[in-house]
């Protein structure tokens, strides 16, 4: 998956896990907290998803690279670049 | 109760009052369409399939969740959680409260449960064999979903209520076993506002059906709209249903302060157990709970209108039920006797409740509904009073109702509801 990819599923995620937000302004930059209602749970929901969909382990050391899309997607792209789409 | 005899003799600050009604059921969303459906003879059975188990017949309920949660909540949440939260709003509604300037912290939610939890861990019990049954794909939600008190802390989470909230394990008799609570908590003025009644999710898990079916109690028939039919000679068992109904309940001295419309009051309560059996019933523990709760209520068995039924169609349970019943009322030639399950289905831990909540409007027209798909009524059911396929007039409004609501374990629970006068 190349990074725009890998950004498609982490909105098709959020979709999911935040049905009621408008997810089209979202800033890559910018923290998700910042800009959407996330609480810890719905972190865990991003960290399961990512394992059930793609078998994507996150450990919890590396949580902190899940603040903001930017950041997870250049986390997620060593981790899932060898994935097909 | 606190004493025994007429209710009128208490203050009104231990006189408590029915002030709202919020339902959902499987013909109909609020208490209006729910007792036209049952006036019309309208039956909210439907052809339903679940996994493992397949085809086989349920009370659906189709309330707009989105009118009271979010669509997040209503996915991190529980279907008895969606309930409550749909139930509670209503009531809160429909009684008319001031609720943005009600202290939350003196309002308790007591919400009657048959069982909780079993949807969400099959749910993930499922999920996980996607996955070779590697727990490390079990949802962190399935705690919070599963503990015994989801249901009513949804509810406190959803509407802001931070006075005590606890659901009220009660098999069966849950429906009525969370309105009984509701009114003890008041009296004791551990709160001044109770939401309280039963809610259930039972038709999202299959082994309630499975284990209805192993048991020889799940009903089967041609049609779905007769398949539950109590007191018939060819019952054959249960349909589950969901659903849910919650009141507000208050002291008389309250509701007379804010001049609230009155649905009833609670002139009488009782539970007791069996102690007999795991499922069969006890018509002799039946039958001194009805006389406890009318000894309570200082009445006699004639004063009763309406008796509501517990029957859920197994051949047993109907007629020994009969027997408790006959034992209490059978010189009671006035009394009316009906069975909702034969509209909607057993909505287990929400029965009491929502059976309750179909009669209150003969405090106002005298109708009993009736008790439906009765083709053939069984000689051990054939009480005088049964109001059978169509409802009946009595010519005057109903001046009390009784609510039977038993369940496994042999627990049982009967409420009596006075029309209010003042």
């Given at each position: 998956m190349a990074p725009a990819e890998i950004r498609e599923a982490i909105i098709e995620i959020l979709e999911d896990i935040a049905p009621d937000e408008d997810l089209s302004?979202?800033?890559?930059?910018?923290?998700?907290?910042?800009?959407?209602?996330?609480?810890?749970?719905?972190?865990?929901?991003?960290?399961?998803?990512?394992?059930?969909?793609?078998?994507?382990?996150?450990?919890?050391?590396?949580?902190?690279?899940?603040?903001?899309m930017a950041s997870t997607v250049e986390y997620l792209t060593p981790k899932m670049e060898d994935i097909a789409v | 109760m606190i004493s025994a005899g007429k209710t009128e003799q208490l203050p009104d600050h231990q006189r408590i009052v029915i002030t709202g009604v919020g339902l959902t059921a499987p013909n109909g969303n609020s208490l209006a369409d729910f007792r036209g459906a049952l006036l019309a003879g309208t039956s909210g059975v439907s052809e339903y399939e679940i996994r493992y188990f397949g085809k086989t017949f349920a009370g659906v309920c189709?309330?707009?969740?989105?009118?009271?949660?979010?669509?997040?909540?209503?996915?991190?949440?529980?279907?008895a959680g969606s309930i409550g939260a749909y139930c509670a709003n209503e009531t809160i509604q429909d009684s008319g409260v001031d609720w943005e300037n009600t202290d939350k912290d003196r309002v308790g939610i007591y919400i009657g449960v048959t069982e909780h939890g079993n949807v969400e861990t099959e749910n993930e019990i499922f999920e996980i064999s996607n996955f070779e049954y590697d727990t490390k794909f079990w949802s962190?939600?399935?705690?919070?979903?599963?503990?015994?008190?989801?249901?009513?802390?949804?509810?406190?989470?959803?509407?802001?209520?931070?006075?005590?909230?606890?659901?009220?394990?009660?098999?069966c008799a849950a429906g009525n076993a969370g309105l009984i609570q509701g009114a003890q908590q008041l009296r004791l003025d551990e709160c001044d506002l109770a939401i309280a009644g039963g809610v259930s999710e039972s038709i999202h898990t299959f082994g309630i059906f499975a284990g209805f079916a192993s048991q020889g109690a799940l009903a089967t028939h041609d049609n779905a709209g007769e398949a539950s039919r109590p007191f018939d000679m060819n019952r054959n068992g249960i349909v589950v249903a969901e659903g849910g109904c919650l009141y507000v309940l208050e002291r008389l001295s309250d509701a007379k302060a804010r001049h609230a419309k009155i649905y009833g009051e609670l002139v009488g309560y009782a539970m007791n157990t069996d102690a007999t059996d795991f499922v069969l019933p006890n018509p002799e523990r039946q039958t001194q709970c009805i006389h406890k709760a009318l000894n309570r209520a200082g009445l006699e068995?004639?004063?009763?209108?309406?008796?509501?039924?517990?029957?859920?169609?197994?051949?047993?349970?109907?007629?020994?039920?009969?027997?408790?019943?006959?034992?209490?009322?059978?010189?009671?030639?006035t009394t009316f006797i009906n069975n909702a399950k034969s509209f909607i289905g057993h909505s287990m831990g929400a029965a009491g409740s929502l059976e309750l909540a179909g009669n209150l409007p003969a405090f106002e027209d005298g109708v009993c509904h009736a008790t439906i798909n009765i083709d053939e009524l069984d000689p051990d059911c054939a009480l005088d009073g049964l109001v059978q396929n169509q409802p009946r007039e009595s010519g005057k409004p109903a001046d009390y109702i009784l609510n039977n609501s038993f369940g496994m374990l042999g627990i049982n629970s009967v409420v009596i509801i006075k029309r209010f006068t003042a």
């Open positions: 302004t979202l800033e890559d930059p910018k923290a998700f907290r910042d800009q959407l209602e996330l609480d810890s749970m719905d972190f865990l929901d991003i960290v399961m998803e990512l394992r059930k969909r793609y078998r994507v382990q996150v450990p919890e050391e590396d949580y902190g690279h899940l603040n903001s | 189709d309330f707009d969740v989105r009118r009271h949660q979010t669509r997040k909540d209503a996915r991190r949440g529980t279907r962190h939600h399935h705690n919070p979903r599963t503990v015994a008190n989801n249901p009513a802390g949804e509810i406190a989470i959803n509407m802001g209520i931070t006075g005590p909230h606890y659901t009220i394990g009660a098999a068995a004639e004063q009763i209108d309406i008796v509501s039924t517990h029957a859920t169609g197994t051949s047993m349970g109907d007629s020994l039920e009969c027997e408790a019943i006959r034992n209490v009322f059978g010189k009671s030639p």
